[in-house]
């Protein structure tokens, strides 16, 4: 990673747990969304789910169906995935309007004048959109906030194809997808540790595999040198 982030020509960035503050509404709108099918499924599916941070709701929740539901459900029928779908937006829509915002995000793009900014998300592109409009946060994202059905990995490979996404580039996140998926696409990677669900990530972190920050705020405040 660049001592310097203004070095940088552009700036990814994860949008829960990164940029909002929106990893526990999440889970707790899963948790919400599956409880019909019993205390003990909505537990299992809220574990995968945080273990498997940045996969978007759609593959996560018809896992829980294929996967947990017939494992671990105190019903023998609930809700079919569409329902789930619906339920999950609905609770988690609210949260995403009231949450927080990282501290310093003004200050960095500030700092990055010269770079461009762009979301990549596994949440819902169209629900995501709406937010940050209403919330005045898409003028931040000049290239734009990008999500769901495509993976992030499908979502920076067409990027840097049209040459929206330019080297050297930054990519602050929180979740293991985001990690793993930084390196195939030649990205810096960060870990913001503040909001994280992801407690892996601190672990790995912490031997040498990539910086680390607490918050968004800290990551042009970091000292270091260069990654390879």
């Not at 503040?194 to 672990?203: C, M, Q, V, Y």
């Not at 040498?208 to 705020?217: D, E, I, K, S």
Request: charged residues 20%.
């Amino acid at each position: 990673m660049k001592t310097d982030v203004s070095g940088y020509a552009t700036l990814v960035f994860d949008c829960d747990g990164v940029v909002l503050d929106s990893n526990r509404l999440k889970t707790e709108a899963f948790h919400t969304a599956v409880l019909p099918y019993g205390k003990n499924a909505a537990q299992a599916f809220v574990d995968h789910h945080i273990t498997n941070g940045g996969i978007s709701r759609y593959v996560k929740l018809a896992h829980f169906l294929d996967h947990i539901v017939p494992e671990y459900a105190e019903v023998e029928t609930g809700p079919g995935l569409e329902d789930l779908l619906a339920a999950y937006a609905n609770a988690v829509r609210a949260g995403f309007m009231t949450c927080s915002v990282a501290d310093g995000l003004v200050e960095l793009r500030a700092s990055t004048s010269q770079a461009r900014w762009i979301i990549v998300s596994r949440g819902d592109q169209l629900e995501l959109r709406e937010i940050f409009s209403v919330r005045k946060l898409d003028r931040y994202f000049d290239v734009g906030i990008c999500g769901s059905h495509d993976t992030k990995g499908a979502i920076l490979s067409c990027e840097l194809v049209t040459g929206n996404l330019k080297s050297p580039a930054l990519f602050p996140g929180d979740s293991r997808v985001g990690y793993e998926v930084e390196g195939r696409a030649g990205l810096d990677f960060v870990f913001i540790l503040g909001w994280l669900e992801w407690t892996g990530g601190a672990k790995l972190a912490g031997t040498g595999a990539f910086p680390m920050v607490t918050y968004l705020a800290d990551v042009q405040k970091r000292e270091g040198g260069d990654h390879a």
